[in-house]
């Protein structure tokens, strides 16, 4: 049920909800450039009833960039089953929330917050109803409207810290300089060219990264990276369809006549090109990554592999004797460049 349809005192606010999300899922950091704090906007009532009620698993889709997650809340009402499952990487947790007039902890309001990016499900209700009020969460800049003192962390406790700095000091380019990227491991709605929040908006232990990337002065960005491995995977499938022969030949120009495998954008936004001319495709392709970034050194070192899902980053149409459609994904990285010895 929309919020045009029902109203709630229920503030999450007071009860300090909000408050404990802002510190577990976006927690403030000492010192941090990212001064972050947590808006929780009404989304929805759901009512779910036996015998059938349920929600199968999906993930929230964001209303925008700087929605990082949902907040359920579950309302005392009788019933059993309808367990909330979420998942994020192979992990799962299990809330159940079934309840009854006879308990003593009866008027007792239960809720779970989780980032966007998790998947979820709400399994069978077998008795009574379960209902929930949901809310979106969005990273607010300043302070928000907490009631308690924040608890900031001071990331150079973390063990993470201790280990990046230490593995840093020993120098892992040998002196000649080079960059060290990190997929990150939440998935983000970068792609807006007008509201990007982040860094402000990452999360869990790609938040903790970037902070320990600030606090050893590495200067880190954000940004929207092509791994063309990614393209010649996804070629390797079109070639069970047999594509023509100039198509293959294309493809083979473009492999070797790229000089990395890596593109990292200048800007957020999609990239929609149009060529009137009939380049060839590596000299087009080449063209399109120029301009919409630069290719990253070969030597990049990257502390994880790419696992969330990428997102669309540029489309491009190409007219000629023979037009072609084609669309390229990226993924969000954190990236933090080494000078050589000497230039620093
Ligand atoms: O009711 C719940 O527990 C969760 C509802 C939900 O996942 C949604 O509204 O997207
Ligand atoms: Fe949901």
């Not at 630069?294 to 790419?306: A, E, F, M, V």
Request: charged share 20%.
């Amino acid at each position: 049920m929309d919020t045009t349809a029902f109203c709630s005192t229920f503030d999450p606010y007071s009860l300090g909800i909000v408050d404990t999300i802002a510190q577990v899922l976006l927690p403030s950091i000492v010192d941090s450039s990212t001064h972050r704090s947590v808006r929780a906007e009404l989304y929805k009532l759901n009512l779910y009833t036996s015998p059938s009620g349920k929600f199968k698993k999906h993930v929230d889709t964001p209303r925008s960039p700087s929605q990082f997650g949902s907040l359920v809340v579950c309302l005392p009402l009788e019933h059993e089953g309808g367990q909330l499952k979420v998942r994020h990487e192979g992990r799962e947790i299990t809330y159940d929330w079934a309840t009854s007039s006879k308990k003593p902890d009866y008027a007792t309001v239960r809720w779970a917050a989780f980032y966007s990016d998790c998947e979820h499900e709400i399994l069978e209700v077998t008795s009574g109803h379960r209902l929930t009020l949901t809310y979106n969460l969005y990273a607010v800049r300043g302070t928000g409207r907490m009631t308690g003192v924040s608890q900031t962390l001071d990331i150079t406790h973390l063990p993470l810290y201790q280990a990046v700095s230490t593995t840093l000091s020993q120098d892992p380019f040998g002196g000649e300089g080079g960059t060290l990227g990190f997929w990150c491991s939440h998935a983000y709605a970068f792609n807006d060219p007008i509201e990007t929040p982040l860094p402000d908006t990452l999360k869990g232990v790609d938040a903790a990264i970037w902070e320990v990337f600030q606090k050893l002065n590495l200067n880190p960005t954000v940004s929207a990276v092509i791994e063309l491995e990614d393209e010649w995977r996804w070629f390797e499938d079109w070639e069970d369809n047999e594509p023509s022969e100039s198509d293959v030949e294309a493809h083979q120009l473009w492999e070797t006549s790229v000089p990395t495998k890596q593109v990292a954008g200048k800007a957020f936004g999609v990239l929609i090109e149009q060529y009137y001319q009939e380049l060839p495709e590596d000299q087009r392709l080449n063209e399109i990554f120029t301009s919409w970034g630069r290719y990253l050194d070969g030597k990049t070192q990257w502390l994880t592999t790419p696992v969330t899902k990428s997102e669309l980053q540029i489309a491009y149409a190409a007219y000629g004797n023979q037009a072609t459609a084609e669309t390229i994904y990226s993924h969000c990285a954190i990236i933090v460049e080494f000078p050589a010895k000497g230039t620093a």
